[in-house]
């Protein structure tokens, strides 16, 4: 077994291949004048282990054009953060299922599909090939734990994060709770613990994807009105758009960490391990 990854995942690909004991492959990477993209494999096996996140199209196009220069041998793709799943609904006439559209074309020439954490798991239906998902909840746990962090409270922003930061904090039996927004008037927001107090605790908000960080920059200056000792963010996939990684900073997050699905400069936790359990 091989690893190979696009310029978006070196880093994670060659932690998979430290994890794993699999050949890290060469890469070399150029593009046309006319601004196509070009790439080279080194020397390939019979099986092969795919890494590319999709984070732009250019992120796309490397990883269909990888695929391909693998062609003959059993791919095992990993996505480490699938753009577009998000855009998983037709809300009207004339759109397309964009989530379905990515999945299907980068099911062309794999056997099997492996994602990180996925913002919703019936994008996984969309793939020509099974695909399955692992979760770094785990992952996040344990490099919590380790932060110095007293006792703290893990919050999910959204029902939607329920579940996940739930995950996080099962790893060490922490508090866990969600926010909830309540319109107090056109102008005022409230934003708190739905059922605990953050008054002197500390806080850690948790999601699967950070992308402006509008909602959790509210909610950190809300939580220091209510008394909390501090407040940290720590997601899966750092998209930080818009400048979202220095606007959580200005409302007061002492710390943002994030993992290499997307490689960042706060990515703290690797999918690696995640995944090489998923492919075993």
């Known amino acids: 077994m091989k690893v190979v990854s696009t310029q978006y995942s070196q880093i994670l690909a060659a932690r998979l291949a430290k994890e794993t ?3 890290l492959v060469d890469v070399r ?21 795919v890494v590319g996140s999709i984070t732009g199209s250019d992120a796309l196009v490397e990883l269909l054009l990888l695929i391909d220069a693998c062609q003959g041998a059993e791919v095992t793709l990993v996505i480490p953060y699938m753009g577009y799943a998000r855009q998983d609904k037709q809300f009207s006439p004339g759109e397309p299922l964009s989530a379905r559209a990515i999945a299907q074309a980068i099911s062309q020439g794999v056997t099997r599909a492996l994602l990180v954490n996925v913002h919703d798991p019936g994008v996984l239906r969309f793939f020509r090939v099974p695909a399955t998902q692992v979760s770094l909840a785990p992952e996040i746990g344990t490099f919590l734990e380790h932060t110095g962090l007293s006792d703290p409270l893990i919050l999910a922003p959204d029902d939607g994060a329920v579940q996940f930061a739930s995950a996080v904090a099962a790893e060490n039996g922490w508090d866990t709770d969600q926010l909830e927004k309540t319109r107090v008037s056109a102008e005022e927001v409230r934003m708190e613990p739905k059922n605990l107090c953050a008054d002197g605790r500390n806080v850690v908000i948790i999601d699967d994807i950070i992308s402006t960080g509008g909602t959790l920059a509210m909610a950190t200056r809300l939580l220091y009105e209510q008394g909390a000792a501090d407040v940290s963010a720590a997601c899966v996939h750092g998209v930080f758009a818009g400048g979202a990684y220095a606007r959580l900073l200005a409302s007061g997050v002492r710390s943002v960490f994030c993992s290499d699905t997307i490689e960042r400069g706060c990515s703290v936790y690797s999918a690696a391990r995640m995944v090489m359990n998923g492919l075993l």
Do not use: H, N, Q
């Open 29 to 49: 990477f150029s593009r046309f004048p006319d601004g196509e993209l070009y790439l080279k494999t080194g020397a390939g096996g019979d099986d092969m282990v």
């Open 21 to 23: 004991g699999y050949e």
